[in-house]
């Protein structure tokens, strides 16, 4: 595992960047597709067991990346976040957790999100503004507590600036006192 560092909008989430076991080859998941981490803690009789949603695409070749929040006390995340870079973590793919996939066939998309739950919004996004013919309008109504919360915030707020109207952001914060 590599970390490339914490995420801009958020000191609490880590980038993590996994090597495939073959490094020429995408994840080869589909849009939205989330995968199941697992370690053996230990003293604990059972497997910590925890669902992702990778933030890459397949055309990212050999890797793979996740944004992870950091809960103190969370046994996975805080796993993640001390991983020494070249460990091993267990992941696995099932495969009917995808109901719809790009092209989603529909004019505009609005995606109610809260916290961590923007990672498969991430990957949708991915398809729609990274596809040229693809014109689906999107409105994000993103939940958080605070601004510090907010996951992604630099990459959800460039792609709004670049996506010529297509992809609109509304933040509502929760907590927001000082925001």
């Not at 981490?37 to 933030?55: A, L």
């Not at 596809?131 to 959800?156: A, H, P, R, W, Y």
């Not at 609109?168 to 000082?178: N, Q, R």
Request: with cysteine; glycine share 8%.
């Amino acid at each position: 595992m590599i970390l490339l560092g914490p995420d801009s909008g958020s000191n609490e989430v880590i980038l993590c960047t996994f090597a495939l076991r073959d490094a020429t080859k995408p994840m080869g998941l589909s849009t939205c597709a989330c995968i199941l981490s697992k370690f053996d803690e230990e003293g604990s009789p059972d497997p910590i067991v925890r669902p992702y949603t990778p933030v890459s695409t397949n055309a990212l070749i050999g890797k793979f990346q996740l944004a992870v929040k950091v809960y103190p006390g969370g046994k996975m995340s805080e796993h993640m976040k001390n991983l020494p870079i070249g460990e091993d973590i267990d992941f696995k793919h099932i495969a009917p957790n995808v109901k719809i996939q790009h092209p989603f066939g529909k004019k505009t998309i609005t995606m109610l999100v809260g916290g961590t739950g923007v990672t498969p919004m991430i990957q949708a996004l991915h398809a729609v503004l990274g596809t040229e013919s693809d014109t689906t309008q999107v409105t994000m109504l993103f939940g958080n507590k605070t601004q510090k919360d907010i996951l992604c915030k630099e990459l959800l707020e460039t792609w709004a600036e670049n996506s010529g109207g297509r992809f609109k952001i509304v933040h509502v914060l929760s907590d927001a006192k000082d925001d």
